[in-house]
Structure formats: C-alpha cells, structure tokens
C-alpha cells in the first residue's frame, strides 16, 4: 500500500466506455500532492466507495447528474484523514466523509465534508451502511415501498450494500422477506447470516418458478435494484396495491441498445394499471436530502444492536479500483465495494 507524501495518484477517465468498462477506459496518473489554499484542507484518501452509478458517470448519456469529464479523476464519495489544514472547522488527523474521488489526496473547502464520530469502530462504514446505501435502502423502502408486517417483501442485488439493508429493515418490520441474489454463496449468506425467509439465485435455470414458490403470497413491496430478467420474472407476482421502490437497473447499465425480443412495455403498464401497483423512481440525496439525520440516527443504532449487518468487500490499493469496478457490475464484489488507499 502507496504512503508516498509527496506524489498524488488519480485514476482518471481515459475514454468513454461502449458496453462494458475496460481497463483502457481508466488511466493512472502522478503528480505533486497539492497544497492546501486559506480556507482549503488537503485530504488523505483512506477508503474509497465504488458504487454503480459511476457508470452512469463515465458515459455522457442523458442523466440526472453531469458526466466525468475526459481526463478528470473519476468521482466517489471517501473517508479520508485531514493532513493539512488552514480551515478553522477542521483540525489534522480528524477523520471525514466526503466527495474526493479516486485519488490518494485531494483538496477541499469543506463544504459537505462531514466528520466521524472519532470513536467509530468502522469508519468506513460511512461509506456503505451508515453512508449513502444504507440512506438509499431506507428511504426508498420505508417511504416509497411502505411495508406492513406479514406482507412480502422482495429485493434483488440481496448480498450487496443496497439490498443487504433492504431486506433486514423489512425483517425488522415483520415482513416476509425474499432477496434475489448471484450464486450459493451470496444466498446463503442472505438467508443465513442476514436473516432473509429465503434466497433466489438468479443464475440457476428457471427464476420465474423458483420466485412464485418462494413468494406462495405474492409480492406486495419489490424493491427494484436490478431489471432486466429479474424484473421480468417478479412482475407477474405482484399483487394488486404493490409498491415498486424503482432504485437501480443495475443489469442494463453496460446495454448500448435495447434488448431484443417483443415490446414488453404494454405488459408493463397493463399490469400497473391493473393492479393499481405505485412505481416511483428516486435519488435519494435529491429526494430525501433532508430527511439525513433521521436515517443516520435510526440506523447507527441498528447497527451498534447487530439488528442490521453489514458485510464489506475490502479490495487494497487505489491501483486495483478499475478492476473492481468492472466486476461490480458484473456481481463480483460480495458485500459493500470499498477499496482501501491507506492504514487509519
Ligand atoms: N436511486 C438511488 O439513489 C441509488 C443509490 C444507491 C444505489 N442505487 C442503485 O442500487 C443498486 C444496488 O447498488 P449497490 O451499491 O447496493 O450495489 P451492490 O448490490 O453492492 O453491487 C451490485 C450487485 O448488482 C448485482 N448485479 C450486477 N449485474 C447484474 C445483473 N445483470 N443482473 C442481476 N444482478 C446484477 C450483483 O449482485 P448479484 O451477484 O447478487 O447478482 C452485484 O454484486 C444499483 O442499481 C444502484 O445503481 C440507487
């Protein structure tokens, strides 16, 4: 692991991707660590989040927030050590959230930087349960999907930072809950380390049966943060007044076209309108900004009672995060992705 002071790392975008990322899309540069003006900290990059909407940054496509530029660093929320300091709120060896990026130091003014509590165990869970996937899972399942104990309750991406939280709030509502997640492994661990009723690997051969037997009631929340098959096969189980948190589409953010076969969107809204199903897309810092605190306090208790838990897919060094992040969006992390750039 790098602890050179004086070189700054940044991995910055090489090209835009067509289809799926490739290590050519990611180029590695050096140069000076900068210096921090009046006002400005200079931060040393502890963790870095990957997250899939970076995908969505690399691309220039119609999008809720603007692309990477080409030869800019690639953006990611960090947790990082302030090592210089000429801003009055922050002081050296004080540990912050913020936006750094794919870096080993950045500067910052200190705006939306926010500190950690300074006895956190798992500073970098502020990346994953305590960060913005733990925000994403609780806004958009108890404010858009809305569960009442006894319902069922299905999530996808079920082992990862998102749906990992999904599913144990839902159980701690007294939901049913099924979680749709890639290989043995990961269901295993859904069902018995997380707590899920029951586990769907969506790589064995017929989900759409495999879903309807797990679900015998039907599915009244679908928390979406997939698509594609996987959505395919839980539309039919939706019951009259389900509620469809529509969170990511994960399996379609490498498509360059659509997929093949016949027009499915008459199926899609038949069955919405049928059934009565609320479908609502959201960002959740856009759309539930304010509501900040009130998640962070719930579920930093839920953490520190082991109701909710969280699994952490840790990969070292700065020089490895292009390569997980192609294989995150191919469902090879297990647990939240975070690379780690430096010892606390
Ligand atoms: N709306 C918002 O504000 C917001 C905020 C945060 C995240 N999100 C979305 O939430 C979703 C989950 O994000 P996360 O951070 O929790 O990621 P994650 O679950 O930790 O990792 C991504 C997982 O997606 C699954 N996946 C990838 N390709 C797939 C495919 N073709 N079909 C089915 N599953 C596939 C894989 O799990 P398996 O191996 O289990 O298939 C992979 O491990 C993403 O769609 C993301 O964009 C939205």
Redesign the pocket.
């Known amino acids: 692991m790098p602890q050179n002071t004086t070189i700054n790392r940044r991995i910055v975008l090489n090209s835009r991707p067509h289809g799926a990322p490739t290590a050519k899309d990611f180029r590695l540069d050096r140069g000076p660590v900068p210096k921090p003006a009046a006002g400005q900290v200079l931060l040393r990059t502890l963790y870095l989040s990957l ?3 970076m995908r969505g940054r690399m691309s220039d496509g119609p999008s809720y927030a603007a692309p990477v530029a080409i030869g800019d660093v690639m953006v990611g929320g960090t947790v990082s050590r302030v090592e210089d300091s000429r801003h009055g709120d922050f002081k050296v060896g004080t540990l912050v959230l913020g936006y750094g990026g794919w870096q080993d130091y950045a500067l910052s003014d200190g705006k939306g930087l926010t500190p950690l509590y300074p006895d956190d165990p798992h500073p970098s869970h502020a990346l994953g349960v305590l960060g ?2 733990g925000f ?1 899972a609780y806004m958009g399942l108890l404010d858009i999907g809305r569960p009442v104990a006894g319902e069922t309750v299905v999530v ?8 990992s939280v999904v599913g144990q709030i839902a159980k701690l509502t007294g939901c049913y809950v099924v979680g749709i ?3 043995a492994d ?1 269901c295993q661990y859904v069902s018995a380390e997380l707590g899920f009723d029951f586990c769907v690997d ?1 790589h064995a051969d017929d989900l759409p049966g495999r879903l309807a037997a797990a679900c015998p009631k039907g599915i009244d929340v679908y928390f979406e ?2 698509g ?1 098959a ?1 959505f395919d096969a839980v539309l039919p189980l939706l019951n009259a007044k389900a509620r469809v948190p529509l ?5 379609t953010y490498n498509a360059t076209e659509l997929p093949p076969g016949p027009d499915r969107l008459g199926l899609l809204v038949g069955t919405l309108l049928r059934k009565r199903i609320k479908m609502q897309g ?3 810092f856009d759309d539930y900004g304010p509501r900040w605190s009130e998640f962070a306090g719930a579920m930093r208790e839920w953490v520190r009672q082991d109701k909710v838990k969280v699994r952490e897919d840790v990969v070292f060094g700065l020089e490895s995060a292009p390569e997980a992040f192609i294989g ?4 090879q ?1 297990f647990g ?2 975070v690379i780690q750039l430096a010892h606390e």
Not at 328 to 331: N, P, R, S, V
Request: net charge positive; proline share 5%.
């Open positions: 997250d899939p909407y913005m996937p994403t996808a991406a079920a082992s990862g930072a998102v749906g997640a890639g290989g990961k969506h943060n997939v594609g996987v969170c990511g589409l994960i399996a959201f960002i959740v995150l969006l191919q469902g992390n939240k992705l």
